[in-house]
Nanobody, 126 residues
Framework: QVQLVESGGGLVQPGGSLRLSCAGYRRTLDDYSVGWFRQAPGKEREGVSCISSSTNAGSPYYADSVKGRFTISRDIGKNTVYLQMNNLKPEDTGVYYC?????????????????WGQGTQVTVSS
């Protein structure tokens, strides 16, 4: 089964940027749908952005709250999926997880994914 390791989190001021990485091990990440989810303290985990496997057509999903600010992408050679986050806001604060599974048409819901990374903390604060 695929193993996922996130990195790239940290403390950033409002308006700043971060790029999160989700590296895949043991399996080719390109065969999977991959999603980024986040969980703020006291809140449920929510889908931020999800991308289909390379063999499935379709545009990436973005939550309304991040459209125009976040971009999900793949680097097939590095077996890694990225989440570029620009113009960060305090409400983007939380633990960010990447997840993968064989999902033909991802709706970016937590129940669609069985394989999860350990998470990386993102804090947006002045």
């Amino acid at each position: 089964q695929v193993q996922l390791v996130e990195s790239g989190g940290g403390l950033v001021q409002p308006g700043g940027s971060l790029r999160l990485s989700c590296a895949g091990y043991r399996r080719t990440l390109d065969d999977y749908s991959v999603g980024w989810f986040r969980q703020a303290p006291g809140k449920e985990r929510e889908g931020v952005s999800c991308i289909s496997s390379s063999t499935n057509a379709g545009s990436p999903y973005y939550a309304d709250s991040v459209k125009g600010r976040f971009t999900i992408s793949r680097d097939i050679g590095k077996n890694t999926v990225y989440l570029q986050m620009n113009n960060l806001k305090p409400e983007d604060t939380g633990v960010y997880y990447c997840a993968a599974d064989w999902v033909s048409r991802p709706r970016c819901r937590t129940y669609e994914y069985d394989y999860w990374g350990q998470g990386t903390q993102v804090t947006v604060s002045s």
